[in-house]
């Protein structure tokens, strides 16, 4: 289980392969100059929080390699984060693990 620090706030765990498929969205996001609000699971609450380019974000992986990435993934959460400008970890599809 990896960690993702929003503005040096307490860490929520969030899986490997899932922390890095959302934080190749939100780096691309970020990149852009966009603002978007942010929706994770933290325990037994949903947490929900705005992003902008001025937010301090980490991103802190447990294994000692980068997961694989699932294109098809990547692009489901970009498209529901620019659909509703909320990006929310939905679940990954079954695809092609790439690269």
Same mark, same amino acid.
């Given at each position: 289980?990896?960690?993702?620090i929003y503005n040096r706030g ?9 922390l890095a498929h959302l934080q190749?969205? @939100?780096?691309?996001?970020? !990149? =852009? ?6 929706? %994770?699971? /933290? ?16 991103? @802190?992986?447990?294994?000692? !390699? =980068? ?6 993934? %990547?692009? /489901?959460?970009a498209g529901e984060a620019g ?15 790439? !690269?």
């Amino acid at each position: 289980m990896g960690v993702l620090i929003y503005n040096r706030g307490d860490p929520i765990e969030i899986d490997d392969r899932a922390l890095a498929h959302l934080q190749v969205v @939100i780096i691309d996001k970020l !990149r =852009r100059g966009e603002h978007f609000a942010l929706t %994770l699971p /933290d325990g037994h609450h949903v947490l929900t929080s705005w992003v902008s380019p001025r937010s301090a974000i980490e991103f @802190i992986y447990r294994g000692n !390699r =980068r997961p694989s990435l699932n294109h098809a993934w %990547l692009e /489901d959460l970009a498209g529901e984060a620019g659909a509703t400008g909320i990006l929310t970890l939905v679940p990954e599809p079954a695809a092609e693990r790439v !690269r």
